[in-house]
């Protein structure tokens, strides 16, 4: 029998159950939950082994926005190696084969959660955008008139909730062009709270849903709180809608909680009646795979014109380190290697440029952008964009 290569698929049904308990363990779930759960991500799944199982994590085929495109990522999740082996480096050879097998053969960027973001840091990830979440008292909600109509959403409804998502968030930096599995998460929910799904409607024709669920407040209590999975208004008549709906809990219910960008108008609008209070904020992270194919992927505005030259240093991965010349017109950016008298910017600054968290001004105050300034005003201008966020954890 050939040996096993350290680093890889895992090897039947025996080596998946073995890592289903590591990231059980990890992320203190149950095991045979998460057996299901591994089960569902086919080859998506990675382990690192030598006599037995190490460590092991999965990986989500999707999109994220930038500049109005879908670029394909490798969202990486379950990150998880066996309790008493950790700390002797292992977390760190599998994430630097898996970004190397990225390289080679997966898409041009990488996204995470980070449970240990110095790892993640020091192999070329950095902190590109926010997930959200606030909180507002039911009671204190508008209840507005609207001409919309609302209706229960069911299985049949996927396709308009899909439609409705992308046309709401493809302009958006960071949102998820969400694959099967990430849509999966989102409409489920534990047994003893079920999903609820309404989408709103002028004359048949959809302009939001919402998907929520109930969570009560104590076992001794009948009141509960709203928990919304998942919040599109395309049009204020869909918003006016979808948060009359939620105040008409108010005899039952106290709060509502939601995901937001941090100035979404969702929030905004909540904001004229009742404080809103920010109840999370979680961080993801961004590693440009590879520069050119990244770069070149994106989107950007139709009304800008610009060239810029930067230096790229990257130890993790040298095919990305050395001079790019960047050419951005008619919305289209075009990067050849070399040209000179560009600044030094690293790897993980230029994920934070490309996700439009950080400015040219803001790298430098990190110490991720030096040496000279006059190709700081095109990056600005080529980059700049909405503040990136997403709704979804994975």
């Not at 030096?370 to 005003?377: F, I």
Request: proline share 6%; charged share 25%.
């Amino acid at each position: 029998m050939a040996e096993l290569p350290r680093y890889g698929l895992p090897d039947g049904d025996a080596e998946r159950r073995a890592y289903a308990a590591i990231v059980a363990q990890s992320f203190a779930g149950d095991a045979e939950m998460f057996e299901g759960w591994v089960r569902g991500f086919g080859d998506g799944v990675r382990v690192l082994r030598d006599d037995q199982l190490l460590a092991g994590l999965v990986i989500y085929e999707m999109g994220q926005f930038f500049g109005g495109a879908a670029i394909p990522t490798w969202g990486i999740a379950g990150v998880g190696v066996k309790p008493e082996l950790r700390a002797r480096g292992y977390a760190r050879e599998m994430m630097l084969e898996n970004l190397r097998e990225n390289f080679e053969s997966g898409p041009a960027i990488s996204t995470l959660y980070p449970a240990a973001p110095r790892l993640y840091r020091n192999l070329g990830w950095e902190y590109a955008g926010a997930r959200c979440m606030f909180a507002a008292n039911l009671s204190e909600l508008p209840v507005a008139e609207t001409s919309l109509e609302l209706r229960e959403a069911g299985p049949a409804d996927q396709h308009i909730l899909e439609d409705l998502y992308r046309r709401r968030h493809q302009h958006e930096n960071g949102c998820l062009d969400r694959s099967d599995l990430i849509w999966e998460r989102v409409r489920r929910a534990p047994k003893e709270t079920p999903p609820y799904s309404y989408i709103a409607e002028r004359d048949g024709e959809p302009e939001g849903y919402t998907i929520y669920t109930q969570k009560r407040q104590s076992a001794k209590s009948f009141r509960y709180d709203l928990l919304v999975r998942d919040l599109v208004c395309n049009t204020p008549d869909a918003l006016a809608a979808m948060l009359g709906l939620f105040a008409r809990h108010r005899s039952v219910a106290s709060r509502l909680e939601f995901y937001a960008a941090p100035d979404d108008p969702i929030a905004l609008e909540v904001a004229r009646t009742t404080e809103l209070a920010l109840e999370q904020r979680m961080q993801w992270m961004l590693r440009i795979v590879r520069v050119r194919d990244a770069l070149q992927a994106r989107g950007y505005s139709r009304h800008v014109a610009a060239d810029a030259v930067v230096h790229i240093r990257d130890e993790m991965l040298p095919g990305n380190s050395g001079d790019w010349t960047l050419q951005l017109a008619d919305g289209r950016m075009r990067v050849t290697p070399g040209g000179k008298g560009g600044p030094t910017m690293d790897i993980r600054g230029l994920a934070a440029l490309y996700s439009s968290s950080f400015a040219p001004a803001q790298l430098r105050a990190a110490g991720l952008l030096t040496g000279t300034d006059r190709h700081d005003a095109p990056l600005a201008a080529m980059f700049a964009g909405t503040a990136p966020w997403m709704p979804d954890f994975f």
